[in-house]
């Protein structure tokens, strides 16, 4: 997903900076100049979207999703890594006596 909006994000820069140096070749002077250096610019900044998407596709690296560096499987409410929610703490407390059932039924004890 991210890669998709850098993708967009590159396309709608390069749009403008190639309308910005039509634009700029139809003027003179010091607004000519201007909008070559504005187009270029443009260009430039278009791909930058593009390298932080690569090194994040290659890396493992992304950007913090909906909800943070804390999301909503690792507790939510951004709270940090030990923070469990009452249900997460109910369910861990199940999931404790139910491993300790089966391991008596299988050993017999």
Not at 11 to 36: D, I, M, N
Not at 84 to 98: S, T
Request: proline share 3%; hydrophobic share 45%.
């Amino acid at each position: 997903m991210f890669v998709l909006c850098a993708l967009l994000l590159a396309t709608a820069l390069v749009t403008v900076g190639y309308f910005v140096l039509f634009a700029s070749c139809r003027t003179e002077g010091k607004f000519r100049t201007f909008g070559h250096v504005l187009g270029a610019w443009l260009f430039i900044l278009a791909l930058l979207p593009l390298i932080g998407a690569g090194y994040a596709a290659v890396s493992g690296h992304h950007p913090a999703g909906m909800w943070g560096k804390y999301g909503h499987m690792q507790g939510g409410r951004g709270m940090g890594e030990g923070h469990r929610g009452p249900m997460q703490e109910g369910m861990q407390g199940r999931m404790e006596d139910l491993l300790q059932q089966h391991l008596k039924e299988m050993h017999g004890k």
